[in-house]
């Protein structure tokens, strides 16, 4: 400490003050630094918060919109006379024959022209007629197997 002290008194007053002033002018410096930083990042979490809540608004309102349409495409194709008077017919022969059985190829064959006609108009590249016991009775275009429960057989997990 004597060293330094020593050498502080052996330099010239200009020196001193300019020492003196960098001192007095970095401490207001760095604390404007820091102060600075910790407003901006505050603003900026903010800013990103406000927006990421804007588009999680939108988003929901997008899905609420895609799921209000899928359920309304859903009760108009239910809501289609060949298929409501075909598909109890699909449930009945499915119970008792096999899906390559004449009888299930002659109705299915009807219910997929309603099928056919339903995804063409809404867009859809397949559609699946499954009975309330999860049984698939049709296909637009065949993927599983007729006949397969979708509750307990292989496809439960998907």
Do not use: W
């Amino acid at each position: 400490m004597s060293r330094l002290t020593s050498l502080f008194a052996r330099t010239g007053i200009a020196t001193r003050l300019l020492v003196g002033f960098l001192a007095l002018s970095l401490i207001p410096c760095v604390l404007l630094t820091v102060v600075t930083t910790y407003l901006s990042r505050r603003s900026l979490e903010s800013s990103v918060r406000d927006r990421l809540l804007t588009i999680s608004d939108a988003k929901t309102i997008q899905l609420e919109s895609f799921v209000r349409e899928r359920r309304g495409d859903a009760a108009v194709l239910g809501r289609s006379l060949v298929l409501a008077e075909l598909v109890p017919q699909l449930h009945e022969i499915l119970k008792t024959e096999q899906a390559d059985s004449p009888a299930y190829r002659t109705i299915a064959e009807k219910s997929r022209r309603s099928l056919v006609n339903f995804a063409s108009v809404y867009g859809y590249p397949n559609i699946h007629i499954a009975s309330l016991d999860g049984v698939l009775l049709l296909s637009f275009k065949p993927e599983f197997e007729p006949g397969t429960n979708l509750l307990t057989g292989a496809l439960k997990e998907t």
